[in-house]
């Protein structure tokens, strides 16, 4: 086959086989971004309030409400020292969020916005031992 005939072949078969028009499409030669990973605060935290988590971490990214501790998604750079630090065991990495408890990852963020940034650590609430390890305490969630 004659060098302008197979030239011809190559380029009709680049826009009309499915294999060959992956390279066509441009978000294939975009480079993928992985979605930032951040730790969430979950169920056993309520009305307990342990602080000890936040007296480590190096971004000051917890957020205080009345009975509980929030991180917020967009600061946390997922260093994990909070996690081992919890006395109550209430935070996870977002990917390992126990089943049923997955609503915390979007109530984390969302009271981030609103509650003020916490730096250092506090006494825990009064009744904390008492709370730890109840379950299903979202109920007594005060925004």
Not at 16 to 35: C, G, M, N, T, Y
Request: overall charge negative.
């Amino acid at each position: 086959m004659p060098y302008f005939y197979l030239n011809a072949f190559i380029d009709s078969r680049l826009f009309i086989s499915p294999f060959f028009s992956r390279r066509l499409d441009e978000s294939a030669h975009q480079p993928q971004v992985a979605a930032a990973m951040t730790f969430v605060v979950t169920d056993n935290c309520i009305l307990c309030k342990h602080t000890d988590c936040v007296e480590v971490c190096p971004v000051d990214c917890f957020y205080e409400g009345p009975n509980f501790l929030v991180i917020d998604p967009d600061e946390c750079i997922d260093c994990a020292l909070c996690e081992p630090e919890c006395p109550a065991n209430a935070i996870f990495s977002e990917d390992e969020v126990p089943k049923g408890q997955e609503i915390y990852i979007g109530l984390n963020e969302e009271l981030a916005q609103k509650w003020p940034n916490i730096t250092e650590m506090k006494d825990s609430l009064p009744d904390a031992e008492k709370w730890d390890g109840v379950e299903d305490k979202l109920q007594y969630l005060e925004k």
